[in-house]
């Protein structure tokens, strides 16, 4: 038999069937190659981005003309052909097979080929499902329009690049005569759902993948009110986009991005906005003014540097001293191993370095998209304390209850404030709380369900200061419905330059907030597990300790005193054993209360492979004793990951916070 050449084995894979010996991957093959295509310049004769020759034309045919205007999608198409040409059968199945869910109020995933991967292909099906969906709850959809932002991940080369996959998006939406308000740069992720409540629009959609290796991209989805999707509209809108997998004619022409008169660029007006509404979070700014302190920022080659630049400026503050090295846009992320700030002094290393030679003692740093913000001081030893997120919330919690005592109308009720945190971060909120007054609430992980309450309580007259999750994420304010790194910054420099003032740095004024409400020490980190079933297999074996249906009643020695199981809907300390908040079947999180005032959580992320674990030592201010307090929760610590994790059995990869 003789062997085929390259352009046998094309012509082969370009047209079915195929006969791998399964069906349903000969099918989903068939699939990709024959919707994976990228708009061709009539005029364009580049044999990369064509392979086959160009109509230098139109036809007289429109559908002809339709056909001849896109070809396969060079870089995806190699992909997959390499696969088949190497006998991958389960690599391809695992990526043709089967389809991205919504996580995290979105589609996050790895770049690259396939269905359950981020590229031009998946981003345009998904916009196919969001159109028919607000179509059908919007009778005004086509007159409000659809905000489409973007952060600078992958090259611009890149077919998937952050940048064409938003303009991909707005395509897909102006072919369908939908107006779109389509950033023109590079945003933070909070400015989309901003613009989305500013201007009215029934929804937004972010292109980025926030703090995720550079490999990674994401789809994240805000509703009309500002806030991020939630149940039902995430499953609704996956229905939709399963309806909606065949591109339809025009969703390819990113061209309109540039000639539609529906397209426009809200930039400029939602930046003067955004900064004119950050005023209303601002107390001293004439104390700014006058600040000695100097502040250092890393935006972590990410979208921040100019955006909290200008809200330095509007809080009346010099600006911070950017780290040259990481200020502009570099999607491959070249100075750090990994682009979270959340992973502490290691990837703080160049503005910690920095802030030494400037005689800057506070280092803020945003995470790639801005919604994130962690920070660190400079202490007399010459060390550097960099705050956990739940020691930020300490701190911001007392700074926002403080200025609203300060500037609170006369007839303002304490009664009428709150303040929120996910479930699994720390419980000082609550502390501060049952002392001055005002409530807080609880909600389940993850910032939709945050902005969804805020929604609930600002539409019954409340008034909220203050929200976070522990994985430093923070909201000052109502502005955004989302964490906000920009805001969370410039807020950090004020309570700095408020405390300097009476010479208190922020890691004193942290243990102040301690003595009066108690102190709450926390510890959160993660193990890597790259095999669902494993993962079930753990949270089972919780659910059916000794014996079916029976949880846990020790962790080594320490008694515990409830549980609660979100996945199911379990809450022991309830009367009637179900769980107040709402039940998250898609995700595995059981939370145990010991007798002796810990609290610790084990759940799985929404966007990676990982099992996490939140432990805290919630003591009440009579308790000062810390390095006590200390040495019992790494004691629980270390009994929940032997008895409950198991990590050598399982399989498990530790990873440090």
Known sequence: MAENTEGDLNSNLLHAPYHTGDPQLDTAIGQWLRWDKVLLDPGNTCEENRKGSCPQQASADEEDQQISSYNENPKTKEQIENLLRNGMNKELRDRLCCRMTFGTAGLRSAMGAGFCYINDLTVIQSTQGMYKYLERCFSDFKQRGFVVGYDTRGQVTSSCSSQRLAKLTAAVLLAKDVPVYLFSRYVPTPFVPYAVQKLKAVAGVMITASHNRKEDNGYKVYWETGAQITSPHDKEILKCIEECVEPWNGSWNDNLVDTSPLKRDPLQDICRRYMEDL???????????????????????????????????????????????????????????????????????????????????????????????????????????????????????????????????????????????????????????????????????????????????????????????????????????????????????????????????????????????????????????????????????????????????????????????????????????????????????????????????????????????????????????????????????????????????????????
């Open 279 to 657: 005023k209303k979070i601002c107390f001293y700014r004439e104390l700014n003014l006058k600040t000695t302190l100097k502040f250092v920022h890393t935006s972590f080659h990410g979208v921040g540097h100019d955006y909290v630049q200008l809200a330095f400026k509007v809080f009346g503050f010099k600006p911070p001293i950017p780290v040259p090295e990481q200020k502009d846009p570099d999607p491959d992320f070249s100075t750090v191993k990994c682009p979270n700030p959340e992973e502490g002094e290691s990837v703080l290393e160049l503005s910690l370095r920095l802030a030494e030679k400037e005689n800057a003692r506070i280092v803020l740093a945003t995470d790639p998209d801005a919604d994130r913000l962690a920070a660190a001081e400079l202490q007399e030893n010459g060390s550097w304390k960099v705050f956990t997120g739940n020691e930020l919330a300490a701190l911001f919690g007392w700074w926002m209850f403080d200025c609203w005592k300060k500037n609170k109308s006369r007839n303002a009720d304490v009664k009428n404030v709150y303040m929120l945190a996910t479930t699994v971060s720390s419980k000082i909120l609550k502390a501060i709380a049952l002392k001055e007054g005002f409530h807080f609430e609880e909600t389940l992980p993850g910032f939709k369900w945050i902005g969804s309450r805020i929604i609930d309580l600002l539409e019954n007259g409340k008034e909220v200061l203050f929200a976070f999750e522990e994985s430093i994420g923070f909201l000052c304010g109502t502005s955004v419905l989302d964490k906000d790194g920009v805001s969370a910054a410039v807020v950090v420099a004020e309570m700095a330059s408020y405390l300097e003032t009476m010479n208190i740095t922020l890691k004193q004024q942290l243990v102040k907030v301690y003595e009066k409400y108690g102190y709450h020490i926390s510890k959160t980190s993660y193990f890597l597990c790259y095999e669902p079933p494993t993962i079930k297999s753990i949270f089972e074996r919780l659910r059916n300790f000794d014996s079916p249906k029976e949880y846990p009643k020790f962790c080594g020695t320490f008694a515990i005193l409830h549980v609660r199981d979100i996945t199911t809907g379990y809450d022991s300390s309830q009367p009637n054993k179900k769980s107040v908040l709402p039940v998250s079947k898609n995700s595995q999180m059981i939370t145990f209360t010991f007798q002796n005032g810990c609290v610790a959580t084990l759940r799985t992320s929404g966007t990676e492979p990982k099992i996490k674990y939140y432990a805290e030592m919630c003591a009440s201010p009579d308790q000062s004793d810390t390095a006590l307090l200390e040495e019992e929760l790494k004691k629980l610590i270390d009994a929940l990951i032997e008895n409950f994790l198991q990590p050598s059995k399982n399989g498990l990869i530790w990873r440090s916070v």
